[in-house]
């Protein structure tokens, strides 16, 4: 597992999956534009609707949570990075809010 920088992750988002492991009430807030919301509750259960042959950005709201499910899709078989300064980065650098 690596950390990029929000903006690494705008400039990857088309291609690779970005996943938002925030809980409901927290995405309420908005998301990243395209990305899949699982809760980190949801991850294991979920797992199947995650592409392997695509790298996964992890997005939580400070970069704390986003980092151990990362670690956890790297040793799953994955190719994970997480997201440094989680949403509250990307609305700090004015990014687009879906």
Do not use: F, K
């Amino acid at each position: 597992m690596s950390e990029i920088t929000v903006i690494q992750t705008e400039q990857r988002r088309a291609q690779d999956q970005v996943l938002d492991v925030r809980e409901d009430l927290e995405v309420a807030d908005g998301m990243i534009p395209g990305a899949l919301h699982m809760p980190m509750g949801q991850l294991t259960a979920r797992l199947p609707e995650l592409d392997r042959t695509r790298p996964v950005i992890v997005v939580c709201r400070s970069g704390n949570r986003s980092a151990r499910v990362a670690d956890a899709l790297d040793g799953a078989g994955y190719t994970a990075d997480t997201m440094a300064g989680g949403m509250l980065a990307w609305q700090r650098a004015g990014l687009p809010i879906g």
